[in-house]
């Protein structure tokens, strides 16, 4: 259990505020080191930003040297883990998606932190909030979204009359099998990867109105009509515009699809347009983004959030929230979010007009995206039973399946054992 | 275990004080005991340690970073009432039986081959090995490439054979999908059953196929007759181990296809790792772990029986 209390936790910001604030190097400070554990960003610079200016910088100011441990892609998890189990390693963390909900009770509560920041900064996205408070407290600060949209071919696009991206399912679907006819499928994940899968069924289903659980948080309720409405929509998408491999698809599949000019809409993250822009230019140029397209019930998108936490063990707390605190100022954070031009999706509204967006203005729907983004087990507040659920692909299999030819009802039914069993400890 | 007692005995016959360390260790009891006190140490350490805690997270509800609560047995029921794990169990019978199945057959027939005087024999041999030899993860992502629609040889091949565009879905049709790794399994196993029953037919005495020959025994029946029976004790260990890594098999899947498409290659180990680590539910996956080894525990014994009977 987290054992520092309100009180305390307002001693060490106080303590970090002033450290901050008076920016020389306090007795106290010299020689104290703390190690921040990220994995290694898809964009170099990202890692190397830190590590030469924002590290260094802070040393200077500070007299604490800051570590920069940098772990490989998808390995967070098991580090933090261990971090947890052993209660030694590092003293912030960034957190992928689950992580806050599974290792919360290590972290230290920092809503007064958040609060703060929010404050001077415009204020936070809900889908922020959402991605980091656990029963009621801030158990990260928010740092981005990966946010996971539309990536189209223009140039297919408009062999069929379509110059602007469609705005619903059902239009997008017209014009998936005009193209599949001219031999320019789609290729959306329907496999076993950790995102591509989820980033576009998730939308796809409360987009017709269904969901997995109520807002409680324990009551089951994918067996609707709005499910059924969705799958239906997904197995007719599948068929008439993508083609059988989808089905085996993990995350990097789709990105290989895209390269190789073997489908012309996906749904993925920037690194798409990123990857192409640096090593294949004439398929940069053909590739636009948009956001996901709006169903019966609306458009929506699926938060893939990004976020720092302090280990309530860490034996340099206070120097962890101080740290925290001067990397959440904008004089830091917008070089750093700069450096990936937009790949990171800032999570607080000062940033909403940042020069960083005019970088590369395909990217700016990501930041549009955000503010209908929702954690996969949305309207219910983050859960373990939501992590299993998501680890279990119960969603992702029951679109699968009715896709590879299972019927409706018969997927619903099974989805909604597999739920109600997981859902039981809620 | 058994240890000789000759040499023991011959030193205690030796004239010397009566009480020192030295004679005390010359003891066969405590010497005996003292040689085996390392390897009992290591594998109560690295094996009985692990096993006793795994079997304690399975009886409780003990998710990542928060401690654990016991709950019995609730874990396996919990387990059993999910229709995945049963649609795993049954994934991972026919993973091991069909991919030790078609090694054991493959490794004899290349074992056979193997044994034929022919050039560069020792070469060939060592090339042979090349499969087990490769990480598993190397070799699994250069069959990612390989089955890929667009990029794949394998297709590119059977669409010149004559096969429509853009050919078979190796990984995105479930059969085809169980279809693949059963043969990657068995590319990469193949040469440990091949080398190991090659190592047992050289111990095969000459003189026995020289008597069968003059007996009148042709190529098939000196196979059967001495061959096989000889050969068979190897061949049992071999399936043995063989079943043993293929039944926990993991890096292939993991890399491969992710227990998918639809759970169609979700095997136990890959389940229970996505439930212990992805979920974070430690305990609940340690359960879908464990429940591996009473199938394990009952071939193991049954095969170790039938050793000792024959």
């Known amino acids: 259990m987290d054992t520092t209390s309100r009180r305390e936790f307002l001693k060490l910001a106080g303590a970090g505020a002033a450290v901050a604030a008076i920016g020389a190097r306090p007795a106290a400070a010299q020689g104290k080191s703390l190690t921040v554990l990220h994995e290694s960003s898809f964009i170099p610079p990202f890692d190397e930003y830190f590590k030469t200016t924002l590290a260094e910088a802070y040393e200077k100011e500070t007299g604490v040297r800051v570590v920069y441990e940098v772990t490989a892609v998808g390995s967070a998890p098991t580090r933090i883990s261990t971090i947890t189990e052993t209660g030694t390693g590092a003293d912030i963390a960034a957190n992928g998606l689950l992580q806050v909900i599974q290792f919360g009770d290590k972290y230290l509560d920092v809503t007064d932190l958040c609060g703060e920041i929010g404050q001077k900064n415009g204020g936070w996205y809900d889908a922020g909030r959402e991605a980091v408070v656990v029963d009621g407290q801030w158990k990260a600060v928010p740092f981005c979204n990966i946010g996971q949209l539309m990536n189209w071919r223009t140039d297919w696009f408009a062999e069929v009359g379509v110059e602007k991206f469609p705005e619903t399912w059902e239009e997008l679907y017209e014009i998936g099998k005009k193209l599949k006819a001219k031999d320019h499928p789609f290729g959306f994940e329907l496999g076993h990867g950790f995102g591509d899968n989820h980033g576009w069924l998730y939308p796809l289903l409360w987009s017709y109105g269904g969901h997995e659980v109520e807002a409680d948080g324990k009551t089951v309720v994918i067996d609707s009509n709005e499910t059924a409405r969705a799958i239906d929509f997904a197995r007719k998408f599948f068929r008439d515009t993508m083609f059988e491999d989808v089905l085996g698809w993990t995350d990097v599949s789709n990105n290989k699809a895209w390269m190789a000019e073997q489908i012309s809409c996906t749904n993925n993250a920037e690194s798409i347009l990123w990857f192409a822009k640096k090593n294949f230019p004439d398929i940069a140029k053909v590739t636009d983004q948009a956001q996901n397209p709006a169903g019966p019930k609306g458009r929506f998108h699926l938060m893939d959030a990004i976020s720092h936490s302090i280990f309530s063990f860490s034996p340099v707390k206070e120097e962890a929230v101080a740290f925290m605190s001067w990397l959440m100022d904008p004089k830091q954070l917008g070089g750093w979010y700069a450096v990936a031009e937009s790949y990171y999706q800032p999570t607080l509204h000062a940033y909403d007009n940042a020069p960083m967006w005019q970088v590369e203005p395909r990217n700016i729907p990501y930041r549009d995206a955000m503010a209908t983004a929702h954690l996969p087990g949305w309207p219910a507040p983050a859960s373990r039973q939501m992590a299993e659920s998501v680890a279990k692909y119960v969603v992702v299999d029951m679109f699968a399946k009715a896709c590879a030819g299972t019927s409706t009802k018969e997927v619903i039914k099974n989805a909604e054992a597999q739920l109600k069993e997981i859902y039981k400890s809620a | ?310």
Request: glycine letters at 8%; a positive charge.
């Open chain 2, 1 to 310: 275990m058994t240890i000789r007692s000759e040499p023991f005995a011959a030193v205690a016959a030796l004239p010397r004080r009566s009480v020192s360390i030295g004679a005390w260790l010359d003891r066969q009891g405590v010497f005996s005991w003292l040689m085996m006190a390392v390897p009992l140490l290591f594998l109560a350490g690295f094996v009985g340690y692990p096993f006793v805690y795994g079997i304690l997270l399975s009886l409780q509800d003990r998710p990542v970073a928060k401690a654990g609560h016991f709950i019995g047995l609730d874990n396996f029921i919990k387990d059993f009432h999910d229709p995945i794990f049963w649609r795993v169990a049954v994934n991972t019978f026919v993973y091991t039986g069909a991919a030790t199945l078609l090694k054991m057959v493959g490794g004899l027939g290349l074992a056979l081959a193997m044994n034929q005087d022919f050039r560069m024999k020792n070469l060939v041999r060592a090339l042979l090995l090349l499969p087990f030899i490769v990480p598993t993860v190397l070799s699994t992502v250069a069959w990612l490439w390989m089955l890929d629609p667009a990029f794949s040889v394998v297709n590119r091949l059977l669409i010149g054979l004559g096969l429509p565009r853009p050919g078979p879905s190796w990984l995105g049709n479930p059969a085809l999908a169980m279809f693949s790794i059963i043969m990657i399994n068995t590319w990469r196993g193949l040469p440990f059953y091949g080398i190991t029953l090659l190592a047992g037919l050289q111990t095969v005495p000459p003189e026995l196929y020289e008597a069968a020959t003059i007996d009148g025994a042709g190529g098939w029946q000196r196979f059967r007759y001495v061959t096989l029976p000889l050969l068979k004790p190897i061949i049992l260990i071999v399936t043995l181990f063989s079943v043993i890594f293929t039944f926990a098999d993991f890096q292939l899947v993991y890399v491969l296809t992710h227990g998918g498409p639809q759970n169609a290659t979700q095997l136990f180990a890959t389940y229970a790792f996505d439930i212990a680590m992805g979920a974070g539910q430690l305990g609940l996956g340690a359960s879908v772990a464990l429940t591996m080894l009473p199938a394990l525990a009952l071939l193991i014994v049954a095969l170790t029986l039938y050793l000792r009977r024959t």
